[in-house]
């Protein structure tokens, strides 16, 4: 009996010792700076990341809940596979006119213990500056009975940090210390400050399948996990990216290009009718009085003016919005035909022959009552160039689906397309229907019936933008009077001169500006750095940027550059280093400053400009109002100006 016990005793140990046995798996990104440690300890999933030695997240759970079942715990690692990827590509709509795609990606299968036919795989690729993962669920399944429950997947950080989110049509969250403040569910990109040297966004890329993730900020102080929503499955399938931007300073998030990358390569066979550019808007002008008597409204007469105007001054397309085909609420407004006052084919002729591009917008009950396809047929057959999409109906999973299909239908029919109205997170999508310009991701300004103030477009830049092209709306002119019309509902707080530099510092493919004619006429001098602004600019610089307090962003056109500054409430002078101008050459730089006694609330409209000969040596001192900005047009003195 002595001698069954001893042998018994063996045997439990053993066990004991195999169990706790730790496998380590190594991923490395390319520049090898990025390490994720994926770790089999006790038979659960771990993981920790280490970034230029710095651990950012310790040991942290991986996995999900899959029909019932943790795949968290009891489970093995195996079947590693590794390849690295590099390539270059063209974009259509970038921040940058190429981007590099370089990463090494890791294939790991994730298998329960007592089960070998219950499992599935995790794919991690991993850049110098950002990691993504995802789950590969390869096996099919009789009836909808695959459910992904949740994620179990919880991140514990080394230390406490600060974050951002965003808000909706509402001022981004932040700064929260996140030991001071527990929420459940907020929305990506969820922006961190990790420690001085280090920031770290969370998003999603590629979802054009499931509901976006949120992020539960309610774990312990350190910690943060994922609310995930599926629907049940019974094909194989891939869940979007879970994606995680690194940077030594906030300007790197923005500037990243991870989440395109992440994306597949354009699906349009040949994408060269897709026209970026900068656009009037009717919506916030009706109403407006001109010194000759002339008023605005939703009519023909109105968007002929608009038309002329554009096509005089650099201006490439007219935004036609809602009601124009009837109240975009009322289900038996069709899209297919126009209201009493416009003709949208007289409209569409006279556009074509001023060279300006007209954009309808689109309800998504017109859209869905009247059939989808149907009015995207006859809006290309009229000749729109593309269509604002509002106010889309359903759970998030379905807007989602509907998202990917208008943009499919779009590009049959050669329509770009700019969603609004609590659209789904950008996510990279641009890439793969490069026809997706844009989606108002973020608070626009004066939309949801209010105005937002200098902070918001400080911010929105460093955060929104990280997800991609962001619709804003900036390029207001009369800041006096704007909510006198009948479509503007409250005073509009700002500088005009930060008006004008907020068309720099907003990457977009639609630059929809939002004032009349003759109000940008009034000020011709200042207009004229809008009217210079190219169709698409060439690279995306942050120059400088502290988040909530200052941004400044410079953006190329051919050999010329625009820099771009705004600051918060505070008056501010910072100091810009024109290093990034080519070594060796001359620029006039035009400077568009506020005036000396500009305030965003009591002074808006004052302004003044200088010019003064640069180079690659100069550094600025760039002085900006309470709530103001700074705009500067730097044009190549060896070349030609266009």
């Known amino acids: 009996m002595k001698r069954y016990i001893y042998l018994l005793l063996i045997v439990v140990l053993a066990s004991l010792f195999s169990c706790s046995k730790t496998d380590t798996i190594l991923l490395s990104s390319p520049d090898k700076e990025l390490h994720l440690n994926i770790s089999n300890l006790n038979n659960q999933a771990n993981f920790t990341v280490i970034y230029k030695k710095d651990t950012l997240i310790q040991q942290s759970t991986l996995g999900l809940e899959l029909n019932d079942v943790n795949f968290t715990e009891n489970i093995s690692l195996s079947n590693l596979s590794e390849k690295e990827f590099d390539e270059t590509w063209t974009t259509i709509n970038g921040k940058h006119p190429k981007v590099r795609n370089h990463y090494k990606e890791y294939t790991i299968k994730v298998n329960k213990l007592e089960n070998a036919t219950e499992f599935y795989e995790i794919i991690f690729r991993l850049y110098d ?11 099919n399944h009789e009836n909808d009975n695959l459910l992904i429950n ?14 951002w989110a965003y808000n909706g049509e509402h001022h981004n969250l932040g700064p929260i210390l ?6 459940k569910e907020v929305q990506s990109p969820f922006v961190m400050q990790l420690n001085q040297h280090h920031f770290m966004a969370i998003l999603e890329a590629e979802i054009v399948n499931f509901a976006p993730f949120s992020i539960n900020a309610s774990t312990s102080e350190k910690s943060l996990s994922f609310n995930t929503s599926y629907s049940k499955q019974n094909k194989p399938f891939k869940t979007s990216w879970r994606t995680f931007i690194l940077g030594d300073k906030i300007g790197d998030l923005v500037e990243s290009n991870l989440l395109v990358n992440l994306n597949e390569p354009c699906k349009i066979e040949d994408p060269s009718w897709i026209k970026t550019g900068k656009s009037l808007w009717d919506w916030r002008v009706w109403g407006y009085k001109t010194q000759d008597g002339y008023e605005y409204g939703l009519n023909t007469e109105s968007h002929k003016r608009m038309i002329d105007f554009a096509s005089e001054n650099n201006i490439q397309f007219l935004l036609i919005d809602a009601d124009w085909y009837g109240s975009e609420f009322n289900e038996n407004s069709d899209p297919t035909s126009s209201r009493e006052g416009i003709n ?22 017109g859209a869905k009552r009247f059939g989808l396809e149907r009015v995207l047929k006859q809006f290309s057959d009229w000749g729109a160039v593309g269509i604002k999409y509002g106010f889309m109906t359903g759970s998030p999973e379905e807007k989602v689906k509907q998202t990917r299909k208008v943009v499919e239908l779009c590009a049959k029919y050669k329509l770009s397309v700019n969603f609004h109205d609590n659209p789904i997170p950008p996510s990279g999508d641009e890439r793969t229907y490069p026809n997706l310009v844009t989606k108002e991701f973020c608070h626009a300004q004066a939309d949801a019936r209010r105005s937002y103030f200098p902070e918001t477009a400080v911010n929105q830049p460093l955060i929104n933008m990280i997800a991609g092209p962001i619709d804003v709306t900036n390029g207001w002119f009369d800041l006096n009077n704007a909510q006198t019309r009948e479509r503007v509902f ?3 707080p700002g500088t005009v001169v930060a008006e004008v530099a907020k068309l720099i510092t907003n990457y977009t493919g639609w630059m929809v500006v939002p004032d009349s004619p003759e109000e940008y006429l009034k000020k011709d001098d200042l207009f004229d750095c809008i009217r210079k602004m190219p169709a698409q600019f060439d690279d995306f610089k942050v120059i400088d940027a502290k988040i909530d307090n200052y941004v400044s962003i410079a953006r190329k056109s051919g050999n010329d550059w625009f820099l771009g500054s705004l600051t918060n409430r505070e008056m501010r002078t910072i100091k810009i280093d024109l290093n990034f101008l080519t070594q060796g050459k001359k620029y006039e730089a035009t400077f568009y400053e506020d005036h000396k006694d500009s305030h965003f609330l009591n002074n808006k409209e004052s302004y003044s400009i200088r010019k003064e000969i640069v180079d690659s040596e100069t550094k600025l001192n760039l002085h900006m109002a309470p709530g103001g900005g700074n705009a500067i047009f730097i044009r190549d003195l060896s070349t030609t100006q266009k």
Not at 129 to 136: D, H, L, Q, S, V
Not at 178 to 183: G, V
Request: proline share 2%; hydrophobic share 35%.
């Open 490 to 492: 409250e005073e509009i």
């Open 178 to 183: 996140r030991s001071e403040k527990n929420i």
């Open 150 to 163: 949740k994620e179990l997947t919880k991140l514990n950080f080394k230390n406490d940090y600060t974050y």
């Open 129 to 139: 500056k950002g990691f993504a993962y995802r789950y590969n669920l390869p096996v």
């Open 344 to 365: 949208i084919e007289e409209c569409m002729k006279y556009a074509v022959e001023k060279n300006v591009g007209v954009i309808l917008y689109l309800n998504d009950i």
